[in-house]
């Protein structure tokens, strides 16, 4: 139950406000979810370096995760290259060459991961979208595209790590925010880890993100696995996916969770409701599309 | 013509000035709507308002007579439940567009979102473009005109109403049909459009119900074998003459039996709850009502004004419809009489039940059957209805005896229909649109009449924090044990959870939240006395709903067959030959007289447990009779007194 955004740059590269501009469509939207917030951004990628971010807590408690998180690094041979310390979550940047999903699988027994990737960092926390920005400086976040999500827990637990976006467990980059609820979830996630894959939550938005990513490693576009999504998962969803290049939406056949979108020269903004879009753009009205029942679309960057 | 700027003014602050400008007869534009909710939410005057830019949700609801006019878009449940008055509208709107209007005209210049009109019952709903899924899902009367595309399964369970279709008529819904069109009914679509300037030389398509699905093919042989209470919590579950009579209706009608009254079988409850201390001289103090206090407020907590009840007893919601207007009209002055509140239940208010009770909440439901903005106004409580205990997630059944020409209007249906209204709310698929739906009753009623939510106990433990976190004043919390008017036999027995495990979860969830005492919550589902009550309200109830116990006080013999509209003593009827038979003031004596014996045992048990106020019984006065209900409740376990004098016992 909750409020989604995303908005993809085709203009200004990496010096877009995205940060901006997702806390300013989430903040017009959290009357749908005042839990928690949640942001998945791209940052420039390096070669050969990986950036990861934990669920860590706060005082001893963080402390003592941070250890085990250095001694499994170490023991991967992920050699640090930088790391900070911000509200509850911890995020380091590595250089590593190994498999992603052995580490990632790995780490969560040191600590739970938020997200790794080449480009991806997830920041969520409990509150609104100005209390996570004021401990994580979103706001001088910039990039080409990014989504967010507001909360309203309904069945699991209100904490940082039961918030969105979810990433794609052990897959890198990919990260996913949902509006609704999959109820073939179980039925999907049996399918899911008989073929190897770990679930590090019981939230049907993990379930959407691996499905996602699954289909893409073996090749599929994402254009395709949105395709898919609508015909495989059962239930009511508008989700937003997002990769290191491309941002799509799927919608339910029932469309029955909101979702509207609005394209500019610049920008490709898209929301569960149109006051978080016309944050984007005050006192002007705006030409926004609302997608049809069963669509799906994805945008790539082109720079 | 008066200006409102939305990026000065909160909209909460901006419907207030809406409201005045509406009272002087002063026409308004608003300036930087920026696709804000709520925007003229509750005018009730034929002023003009134009909306420079794009609105939010339910942009023009619950009103009676403004003229509006949007620049740009709109957001999900436009002009929702609109009276009189217009709406135009030049660029898009998202679903629901029109839902549940009543008379109201709504013209979309764009593409309309999915189920446009839904449970509309009258008015017109006009779309220049294309709509969207499931057109006209659920309507019962009025017109949708659609100049382009239809989109899938247009007229899905329409029950009245017509749909015209100028494009493509993607595919129908179930029982819709395609008829042809009388040219008088083109001339009258040409001339809808030309009042709003609107040139169309196509032609259209018509589409209606087909009729096979309002009634029920057979209905239930009528038995009567005896009382609900022969069979309710017979030692032997599983032959018993009610399985019997079960069977033999099954077999005359080849499907679910449908039936009043609730769940029969043998269920944990209060009745497996005791107090600890020993209440064997309870007898003696005839004085003893005056002695503790009683009084109750519920539903300040967002500073609307509480219900004030003079002990922590209401009336549960029961509608107009499954019950005779006599009935109500007893109910009513029996609330009044005893201090405490009506409830109008699914079909509407009647102005004689507003006269009669002091105090009463107004209950919405997902047909809207008979809800509007000026009932809303008058009701001292609004009750956003999810579910019921006798049936959680389905919607309330009314048999077509019932559904006569006079509860037909009141309700905006077809006459004569086996009406089973819909099992979710247009624009409540989840609690982030729950809590827009709030907003909205709350502008629409200045913030002044608390909005409680009603659920049938399922996920409790979910639904309660969910509650609290929408802002809800209190919640309604209806056990498996609660009856009702009709409902199939299975969901009355098997689905939901006891009334005792509800009021244990609820407790929990707010203990969960930090919220212990910040939510009132009034139980109901099998409360039938001031004994049940008192340990309702010691389990943490902040008071409970007297539902069946008032309308066998008020004369019903709980023979089962409330569906079938011919109650030999005036009740559960629509049938004025049956109603003759309802004596009002003697049955409303009657009720009252029940209430008060109610308060004279709340009194004398929180007066016998050594508490000055009902609101002291605490978890403390209590131990549990069984293993279940110890398990239940986490009460201690004291199979020691179950052989005790009956006050220390059940009841």
């Given at each position: 139950m909750c409020g989604i955004a995303g908005s993809m740059y085709k203009r200004n590269g990496a010096q877009a406000q995205v940060g901006k501009a997702l806390i300013s469509m989430l903040d017009g939207c959290q009357h749908r979810g005042p839990d928690s917030t949640g942001f998945a951004l791209y940052h420039e990628t390096h070669p050969g370096e990986m950036r990861l971010r934990f669920f860590v807590g706060t005082r001893e408690e963080a402390d003592a995760a941070i250890e085990k998180i250095h001694a499994k690094l170490a023991e991967h041979r992920a050699h640090i290259l930088k790391e900070e310390r911000a509200g509850t979550s911890y995020s380091v940047n590595v250089h590593f060459d190994g498999d992603v999903q052995k580490l990632s699988y790995d780490m969560e027994r040191a600590a739970k991961l938020f997200s790794i990737g080449e480009s991806l960092d997830i920041v969520k926390d409990l509150g609104g979208a100005h209390d996570v920005d004021d401990a994580y400086h979103v706001r001088d976040f910039h990039g080409t595209h990014g989504i967010g999500h507001v909360r309203l827990a309904t069945e699991s637990d209100v904490t940082a790590d039961?918030?969105?976006p979810f990433w794609a467990t052990g897959f890198s980059d990919v990260a996913i925010v949902h509006n609704g609820q999959i109820t073939n979830y179980y039925k999907m996630r049996r399918r899911l880890e008989k073929r190897g894959f770990a679930f590090n939550t019981s939230n049907d938005s993990e379930l959407i993100a691996v499905y996602l990513a699954d289909k893409l490693s073996q090749g599929c576009t994402l254009e395709q696995a949105l395709k898919d999504s609508i015909e495989d998962l059962d239930g009511?969803?508008?989700?937003?996916?997002?990769?290191?290049?491309?941002?799509?939406?799927a919608k339910d056949h029932l469309a029955a969770k909101p979702m509207v979108m609005v394209e500019t020269d610049d920008l490709i903004a898209i929301a569960s409701e149109e006051v978080s879009l016309n944050r984007l753009f005050p006192g002007q009205a705006l030409n926004t599309t609302e997608p049809p029942p069963g669509t799906y679309r994805t945008w790539r960057r082109s720079i | 013509m008066a200006s409102i700027d939305l990026a000065q003014l909160p909209v909460r602050e901006a419907n207030e000035l809406?409201?005045?400008?509406?009272e002087d007869g002063e026409d308004v534009e608003i300036l930087n709507p920026d696709a804000r909710h709520h925007i003229g939410v509750g005018l009730v005057h034929p002023i003009q308002v134009r909306i420079r830019g794009s609105a939010g949700y339910f942009c023009a609801g619950l009103t009676d007579g403004p003229r509006f006019e949007v620049d740009a878009n709109v957001g999900w449940g436009l002009a929702d439940n609109m009276l009189k008055g217009s709406i135009v509208v030049n660029g898009n709107a998202g679903a629901i567009a029109g839902v549940a209007i009543r008379g109201a005209e709504v013209v979309v210049?764009?593409?309309?979102?999915?189920?446009?009109?839904?449970?509309m019952k009258e008015g017109t709903l006009l779309c220049c473009g294309n709509a969207n899924f499931m057109a006209g899902y659920m309507m019962y009367g009025g017109r949708i005109v659609i100049l382009g595309e239809s989109g899938a399964q247009v007229g899905q369970d329409m029950t009245g109403g017509t749909i015209y279709v100028g494009?493509?008529?993607?595919?129908?819904?179930?029982?819709?049909?395609?008829?042809?069109?009388?040219?008088?009914?083109?001339?009258?679509?040409l001339a809808f459009l030309d009042r709003y300037n609107i040139s169309y030389s196509g032609s259209f398509q018509k589409i209606v119900n087909a009729g096979k699905k309002l009634r029920y093919p057979r209905t239930e042989p009528r038995v009567r074998q005896g009382p609900f209470f022969m069979a309710s919590g017979s030692q032997s579950g599983y032959w018993n003459p009610k399985v019997q009579e079960d069977i033999f209706i099954r077999s005359r009608i080849g499907r679910y039996r449908i039936r009043g009254y609730g769940a029969s079988r043998a269920l944990p409850h209060l009745t497996d709850i005791a107090f600890r201390k020993d209440l064997s001289g309870i007898q003696l103090d005839r004085d003893v009502v005056a002695k503790v206090n009683l009084k109750t407020e519920v539903g300040g907590r967002t500073g609307a004004v509480p219900l004030r009840l003079s002990m922590p007893v209401t009336i549960a919601p029961m509608s107009y419809g499954a019950l005779s207007k006599s009935t109500k009209i007893a109910l009513a002055i029996a609330s009044r009489l005893s201090g405490v509140s009506e409830n109008t239940g699914e079909g509407g208010m009647s102005d004689e039940q507003r006269r009669e009770a002091?105090?009463?909440?107004?209950?919405?439901?997902?047909?809207?059957l008979g809800w509007n903005i000026h009932d809303m106004r008058r009701a001292n409580g609004l009750e956003i209805y999810i579910s019921q205990g006798a049936k959680p997630g389905l919607g309330g059944q009314l048999m077509a005896k019932k559904v006569t020409k006079e509860i037909a209007r009141i309700r905006g249906i077809p006459e004569g229909i086996d009406l089973r209204s819909p099992s979710r709310h247009p624009d409540v698929l989840g609690a982030d649109d729950l809590v827009i739906k709030v907003e909205e009753f709350r502008e629409a009623t200045s913030y002044r009449i608390p909005v409680s939510v009603k659920l049938g106990a399922g996920r409790v433990r979910d639904d309660i924090k969910i509650a609290y976190k929408d802002g809800f004043d209190f919640v309604e919390l209806d056990g498996l044990q609660g009856s009702t008017g009709a409902a199939s036999h299975e969901v009355l027995e098997y689905v939901g959870i006891p009334t005792l495990a509800a009021i244990q979860e609820a407790m929990d969830a707010l203990a969960e939240l930090g919220a212990t005492g910040k939510m009132p919550i009034l139980l109901m589902g099998g409360i039938k006395d001031g004994v049940d009550a008192a340990?309702?309200?010691?389990?943490?109830?902040?008071?409970?709903?007297?539902?069946?116990?008032?309308i066998i006080a008020g004369g019903c013999i709980a023979c089962l067959q409330c569906h079938v509209g011919q109650c030999v003593v005036g009740i559960?009827?629509?049938?004025?030959?049956?109603?003759?038979?309802?004596?009002?003031?003697?049955?409303?004596?009657?009720?009252?007289?029940?209430?008060?014996?109610?308060?004279w045992q709340l009194a004398a048990i929180t007066h016998a447990l050594g508490h000055a106020d009902v609101h002291q019984l605490s978890r403390d006065d209590l131990v549990a009779l069984t293993p279940e209900a110890a398990a239940i409740t986490r009460l201690p376990y004291a199979p020691e007194l179950r052989e005790q004098a009956p006050y220390r016992k059940a009841s």
């Open positions: 039961a918030s969105h009511t969803f508008s989700f937003l996916v997002s990769t290191k290049d491309e941002i799509g939406f | 809406l409201r005045r400008y509406g210049k764009g593409n309309i979102g999915s189920r446009a009109g839904q449970v494009g493509k008529v993607n595919s129908l819904g179930t029982d819709a049909q395609l008829i042809d069109l009388p040219a008088a009914e083109r001339d009258d679509l002091d105090q009463i909440i107004y209950q919405c439901l997902s047909g809207r340990k309702a309200i010691a389990l943490g109830a902040h008071a409970v709903a007297l539902g069946t116990g008032a559960a009827t629509q049938d004025p030959e049956h109603e003759k038979r309802y004596n009002v003031p003697v049955e409303a004596q009657n009720i009252h007289r029940y209430l008060e014996s109610v308060r």
